[in-house]
């Protein structure tokens, strides 16, 4: 071999491949893999009670072009199944409620959707019900819950949009509207790259009418929520109080893929107690202090949550 071969020229696919890696070394860093700290992670909450949040899409599915068409795997249900059996689980979808619930197909969960403006709880919260957005009802088997819904005012208003955008968006190929109850989702994964600038544009002059609505960016996707201060952080907070663990020896876990997500994490990071977890595969700005790369890392993860339970009852027995 000729040792003084020169080295092949890296090609510009090369240098942009180097730069990605390079790029989420240096994230991970600064939010490493819970699957990775798992140990490190359990052992700093040891008799302490644990909470679990779950985002739906993107963490407990994946992604995909039809929003209709996005299953959990019977093996992910089987671990958030395991997990709720050991604790206390509940899921904050931007979906509607009811579709969260059909896609999950699990009872013992509690339920927000909305972007957490409707929730499902045991009990009337003293916190947050000053304003009478709860409501005591009997649900299809016969069992008394609490409805909590700060946007249901809005709910007329949400309906004209959502026939608004409907309507005017028909014509943009690819495109979908999606009513989520007390918020309406504008997909655009399948539209093509140079019609998103139109129906953007759509989505904001159908807003023009209405000021106290606001618009947010997900992944392929414009959320159009009612302009109130309430988040999935807020979601977090009310369900921790009515499920009765709004005290300093507990620690939520909160796994989620998108922006909105990020409300969550910064009202744990604000407790001062608890791991926000980013679902991603790339560097992206986030206040998560760990990550995991997509679902398959996530149902790894609940596997491991439910087992350690388990390992420490046997060993406390």
């Not at 968006?169 to 109850?181: A, C, L, P, Q």
Request: proline share 4%; with cysteine.
């Amino acid at each position: 071999m000729d040792m003084d071969m020169e080295p092949i020229p890296k090609t510009k696919f090369d240098e942009r491949e180097d730069a990605i890696w390079d790029s989420y070394s240096s994230w991970i860093m600064e939010h490493p893999s819970a699957l990775d700290e798992f140990e490190q992670i359990m052992s700093a909450i040891q008799n302490k009670k644990i909470v679990v949040f779950l985002d739906y899409d993107g963490t407990l599915s994946d992604i995909v072009d039809d929003p209709d068409k996005a299953f959990m795997t019977e093996t992910m249900r089987s671990a958030v199944r395991e997990v709720a059996e050991c604790y206390p689980t509940a899921i904050i979808s931007g979906r509607r409620r009811e579709k969260v619930q059909d896609f999950v197909k699990l009872d013992d969960i509690y339920y927000a959707g909305s972007h957490g403006m409707d929730i499902i709880s045991p009990v009337c919260s003293n916190r947050f019900g000053g304003q009478g957005h709860q409501r005591r009802v009997v649900d299809e088997k016969g069992n008394e819950i609490v409805l909590f819904q700060p946007a249901a005012d809005f709910l007329p208003k949400v309906e004209r949009i959502f026939r608004l955008l409907t309507t005017r968006t028909r014509n943009i190929k690819g495109s979908r509207v999606e009513d989520n109850k007390f918020c309406v989702s504008v997909h655009f994964r399948c539209v093509h790259e140079k019609d998103t600038n139109a129906l953007k544009e759509v989505v904001e002059s159908v807003l023009e009418d209405y000021p106290d609505f606001r618009v947010t960016r997900g992944k392929k996707v414009l959320e159009v929520r009612p302009l109130i201060e309430w988040d999935k952080g807020h979601a977090l907070e009310y369900l921790l109080d009515t499920l009765g663990f709004d005290s300093s020896d507990v620690v939520p876990i909160y796994l989620g893929d998108d922006r909105t997500d990020e409300d969550a994490f910064k009202m744990i990071t604000t407790r001062g107690e608890g791991y926000p977890i980013i679902v991603s595969s790339v560097p992206k700005e986030t206040k998560a202090s760990y990550s995991l790369r997509d679902t398959k890392e996530v149902m790894q993860f609940l596997q491991n949550l439910a087992r350690w339970s388990t390992n420490s009852s046997l060993g406390n027995s």
